[in-house]
């Protein structure tokens, strides 16, 4: 199936370009396909914050965080932890020199979840607002990770504790609440 969005395609253009340096120049390329990257230190400050940011940031400040479509779109969320684990681990690893890996947690959840999740930590009572959807997003994303795992590496942070880190970071970092303040 053929990418659907401009996102989408920039990143199958991104590994073309990367084969024909491979086939051209000689290079051995590795390319790495990240999923839905999250953690500490988000970019929250884009038009579109990632939604662990997003969503911990309305929330943290009284407001509801919106959504766009139903909340029912299926992502495969990866703690930024387990990336470095894994870049780390291609670049010491010879067997990984040339191939493509994908880089998430082999599990997908869907935006509502993710803010039942995130909301159930917080305890605000704020709802979500619903807006229209995104033109040309994918409905589902969802790493196969088999052959990640065969090679020794698996995830280890998982979604619940990642978004509490997440919260803290945006608590102490950005909201500029203390520990002892921030805790609810």
């Not at 990418?3 to 790495?32: I, N, Q, W």
């Not at 880089?103 to 959840?109: A, F, L």
């Amino acid at each position: 199936m053929a990418p659907l969005s401009v996102y989408a395609r920039s990143k199958c253009a991104g590994a073309m370009f990367c084969d024909a340096y491979a086939e051209f120049h000689g290079m051995r390329t590795t390319t790495l396909r990240f999923f839905n990257v999250y953690g500490p230190a988000q970019d929250w400050r884009r038009t579109i914050p990632p939604l662990m940011s997003a969503f911990a940031m309305k929330l943290l400040r009284g407001e509801r965080p919106i959504i766009f479509g139903t909340g029912e779109k299926r992502r495969d969320f990866v703690y930024v932890d387990d990336v470095v684990d894994f870049v780390l681990l291609v670049l010491r690893d010879s067997r990984m020199d040339g191939g493509v890996f994908n880089v998430g947690s082999g599990v997908n959840r869907s935006v509502n979840e993710i803010f039942e999740m995130v909301e159930g930590i917080l305890k605000t009572g704020l709802q979500p607002i619903y807006k229209d959807d995104l033109p040309g997003e994918a409905q589902v994303t969802l790493a196969d990770i088999q052959t990640e795992r065969a090679l020794g590496w698996e995830p280890r942070v998982g979604l619940r504790d990642g978004i509490e880190r997440s919260i803290v970071y945006v608590k102490e970092k950005v909201l500029g609440e203390s520990r002892s303040a921030g805790r609810r």
